[in-house]
């Protein structure tokens, strides 16, 4: 049994393990190491509440101070994990090595930058409760036109925001729909119509070509030649897991911390969070999710999975997330694959609010929803049931 | 125990039915309907569930 435990990695998924290891009784020392100056905190609402204006910092907060200081948590913000060894079983943290008895893997995601952007001025990604509040900053100034690289969820979301705040706000994305790889075609012409009618200068089908300025971003040159002025970028073109730390450390490394179906990375080693690649015997295959759900479960699952032998189950969740864009509430559950069958099962795509089945092979595989919450919880528990794709269409057929 | 539901945070993601159907329904106006304000002690477990995996942690449980 393991008297101490170390989580490197002071966000969701990190805090939400050491909460766990609590719940459960566990006494001994518990180490949670972050290298942000800040209390962990939520990062949903950096797209949202925050960004908008309508929420201060604080409120973003993941845990309460008085709940906070109950969880008897040596807590070391500021402090960055910089080496491991899981031979001799010892971490480095800024340089300084210490042994641990049980570590949890919880180093999260960086943003991938645009290339040529490096130090410009008016140039952000969004990841963290700084970028943010940059961000909101030169919301706040009035830029000219803010111009946003990817309509993923990040993006769009701030897309979305930004025109909430009046600011004119250009969204560019190089496949013809938002989230187009996730959802397909003909829902996300769904997601760009809501972006269109409430304002958005919407750009599918282009790319960036390069960023005019010196020192201070003056415009971005699209594939088709057009260029736009603008005085504020961000770019939400996907994130990098932060494992370049372990190299060498003995662990296998593979866009993201290789697990087995237990979240185990090697004895007295597991992971969890965005950085986490594990084997979801669900799927028969390695993933690394990157959905704040995930991390509320795989975060307590892995610290709990350092102290016992083998787990009962498995982790082997059905992947779900939300977004919030606008008035309208994006949920998806399942992984909806290119070439699935898409069916509309509640709902109209007119009114923007519907409920979509996603189906291969007999089976379904996901489904989607545009403002049809209750819908989409009923569809992930036919996923989590494995439904058929009869089975999933006889449900929704009661629904109406 | 009695669950208090802040509304204003609540945007209807539907989690809690998810994980107590019997305690939390979101209905076809998108809104969420408390159906138990007061499930018994036995339901504890799950009901802290509810509140963790809330995106908008909107729920609380009051002894």
């Given amino acids: 049994m393991r008297k101490s435990i170390t989580i490197v990695g002071a966000s969701l998924a990190g805090l939400r393990g050491a909460e766990a290891l609590r719940r459960d009784g566990f006494n001994g020392p518990i180490s949670l190491i972050g290298d942000e100056p800040h209390a962990p905190y939520d990062r949903p609402p950096l797209s949202k509440k925050i960004l908008a204006g309508d929420w201060e910092a604080d409120r973003a907060a993941l845990t309460p101070a008085e709940r906070f200081a109950d969880l008897n948590l040596d807590l070391r913000l500021g402090s960055r994990a910089t080496k491991l060894n899981v031979d001799s079983q010892t971490l480095w943290v800024d340089g300084e090595p210490e042994a641990y008895q049980g570590l949890l893997i919880a180093t999260g995601a960086r943003c991938r930058t645009l290339p040529g952007t490096e130090g410009m001025n008016g140039v952000h990604t969004l990841r963290s409760l700084n970028d943010c509040l940059a961000i909101r900053t030169a919301l706040e100034a009035g830029p000219r036109r803010l111009v946003v690289v990817g309509a993923g969820f990040i993006g769009a979301e701030v897309a979305a925001t930004a025109v909430g705040r009046g600011v004119p706000t250009t969204l560019i994305e190089s496949l013809a729909a938002p989230l187009e790889r996730v959802v397909g075609n003909m829902v996300g012409e769904v997601v760009a119509e809501v972006h269109r009618s409430n304002g958005v200068d919407l750009r599918c089908g282009v790319g960036v070509t390069a960023v005019h300025g010196r020192e201070q971003i003056e415009a971005v040159e699209l594939t088709d030649g057009t260029i736009i002025e603008t005085d504020l970028l961000v770019v939400g073109i996907g994130v990098l897991p932060n494992t370049e730390w372990l190299e060498g450390s003995g662990l296998t490394i593979e866009n993201g911390v290789v697990c087995d179906e237990t979240c185990l990375a090697a004895p007295g080693v597991t992971a969890a969070g965005d950085v986490a690649r594990w084997l979801n015997q669900r799927y028969g295959e390695l993933m690394r999710v990157e959905h704040w759900d995930n991390a509320v479960e795989q975060g307590p699952y892995a610290a709990r999975r350092l102290l016992v032998d083998q787990p009962a189950d498995p982790f082997t969740p059905v992947p779900w997330f939300w977004s919030d864009q606008f008035d309208r509430k994006i949920q998806l559950a399942g992984r909806p694959s290119p070439d699935d069958e898409v069916q509309i099962v509640n709902g109209s795509i007119e009114e923007h609010r519907f409920a979509a089945f996603y189906g291969s092979h007999g089976k379904l595989r996901a489904v989607f929803g545009m403002n049809r919450p209750r819908q989409v919880m009923q569809g992930k528990n036919l996923l989590a049931q494995g439904a058929s794709w009869q089975e999933a269409l006889a449900v929704a057929a009661a629904w109406e | ?63």
Wanted: with cysteine; glycine share 0%; charged share 40%.
């Fill in chain 2, 1 to 63: 125990m009695r669950i208090v539901v802040d509304y204003d945070l609540c945007e209807s993601n539907a989690t809690c039915m998810d994980l107590a159907p019997d305690v939390f329904e979101v209905r076809d106006d998108d809104f969420l309907y408390v159906l138990n304000e007061t499930p018994s002690d036995d339901r504890r477990e799950v009901m802290e569930d509810a509140v963790r995996r809330c995106p908008k942690q909107a729920i609380a449980l009051k002894d």
